[in-house]
């Protein structure tokens, strides 16, 4: 039985700053990602040189070192490679979200991500699950991808 | 490096649990005298002090950095003072550091100290700190990750990927408490575990119950380096590291080159490379001194070790082989969920446990006439692991 933000709040006395989700904090090479994910589309970044995809970002691509690289739009496809569902000790934001998932998914283009996987039977979990991605507008500036089942 | 080169000649450790009128400078002076006094010679002969950094940060880590250690423990010929830290990895890498040192031959005696005060934070920021220690604060902490949900994840994949259950990796933390029942330090030692206990306990990240989790604990633990030349003529018994293997996989555990978690980073070659360079074999191991950091952790590395078949370890640990006075004896001093994890002294604690074993000095614990053990560490979100043989003899 998940328990509201407020009643969380009222029963272990914690202020709305103790309770504010931990966003996104990117860094200059990241922020076409979530510039993206703003407008509900997952973009992976592609090295220009070498083709490869690599998230996480970071200023050099970590096969070649080049520094010329193209953000792509992502077939929005995974599959699930390893979750968990939470059910307790969860820092305060998250504790109204109880039981959640979080998982490793494996993005058709080879990458990995963290995410949640939502709008799930959370008995129905099982590795190598089709996934697709949907989005949740979490705060007016943040919007996180997140994955759910391909429906049939 | 070569083989032997280097020895420990003594060791010291405090109590580990909750003791918040301890402070982290009490459990260092504590440890470091312990240390001198067990490797059986004077302060002034030790030449350098390195400690390891105090997880969540403080006084105690400026006061490091700025040499306070030396100067209070009054190692008044000490050279050079250094702070290593690689998380749970520190017990490592700061020990590749002492060995540089003595290399140097700038001096042939390192004192080296461990210590951690948790209770002074409350839970919340404890439990704050460790969701964001183990997980990207850009990619993994806005969705709810946690150290205990990384860990449940990778089991989850790690039982879905070979025929381990639940029930043996239930198994592995009975055996660890066991171990640690014989431990006067450690801060679960009066009451043993079942199965059933531990797969009743409140459910904290499927499949990981709470007694599959770590708790928190402060402590400490030191020991003393020396060149292998001084250990032979001061110490009737010094243990001697034979060889070391290392690697490093990731930061995120989303980058880590695998296609499944069967395991998470290739450690079959990685201590095969350990067992080659010490010229023997798993079958002179007397103990594995594993540090998974959770106990399904521990099975994937035992997995590897050359005593059973990759996907078995759930099952040789379930049989009881691996408890007190079975064939194959593992992390003797119960690891975290034994010890209570200290942050970066959980990898100290097992390799000061270690020594003792070698030494002859572990107490209840000790394995009769045991002379080579094989023991790892590793940290961050499992990002690493660093194999260690250690001997109290020089194989040829």
Known sequence: MKQSVKDIQQKLGLSDEDVAKPLPKPTQWSEPFWEAAREHRLVLRRCDVCGTYQHPPYPSCEVCYGEEFSWVEAAGRATLF?????HSSVPYPFLADLPYVTA?????????????IVECDHDALRNGMELEV????VS????LPQWKPVSE | MSKGEFAVIGTGEVPCGRYPERSEFEIAYQVAKLAIQDAGIDKDEIGAVVGAAHIMGGDYNTEMFFGRLPEAIGARNCKITACTISGGASSFSIRKTVEGI???????TVLVIHAQRFSQFTPNELVTFFATAGADQEWDVPYGMTYNALAAMVTEAYLAATQTTIEQVAAACVTLRKWAMLQPNAMFNSKELSVEEVLGSRMVAYPLTSLMCNVLADGGSAYVMTTAEKARRVCPKPVYVLSDASVYSHRSITSAKVKDFSEIMPFGPLANRAYERAGVGPEDMDIFEIYGSYPSIILMILDHLGITEPGTAGKLVASGKCDPG????????????????TGTGVGFGVFVESVRQLQGKA????????????EN???GAFMDCHFTVLGNEVPA
Do not use: K
């Not at chain 1, 007016?140 to 919007?143: A, P, S």
């Not at chain 2, 079975?326 to 010890?339: K, Q, R, S, V």
């Open chain 1, 104 to 116: 490793i998914v494996e993005l058709t283009e080879g990458v990995r991500m963290i995410s949640n």
């Open chain 2, 363 to 374: 107490g209840r614990a000790q394995v009769e006439g045991a002379r080579f053990l094989i």
């Open chain 1, 134 to 137: 949907v989005f949740a507008d």
């Open chain 2, 102 to 108: 003595l290399a140097s031959g700038e001096t042939d």
């Open chain 2, 326 to 341: 079975g064939p194959y004896p593992i992390t003797t001093n119960g690891e975290a969920m034994g010890m209570g994890h």
């Open chain 2, 377 to 379: 560490c590793g940290g």
């Open chain 1, 140 to 143: 007016e500036e943040w919007t």
């Open chain 1, 82 to 86: 390893a979750y968990t569902v939470n």
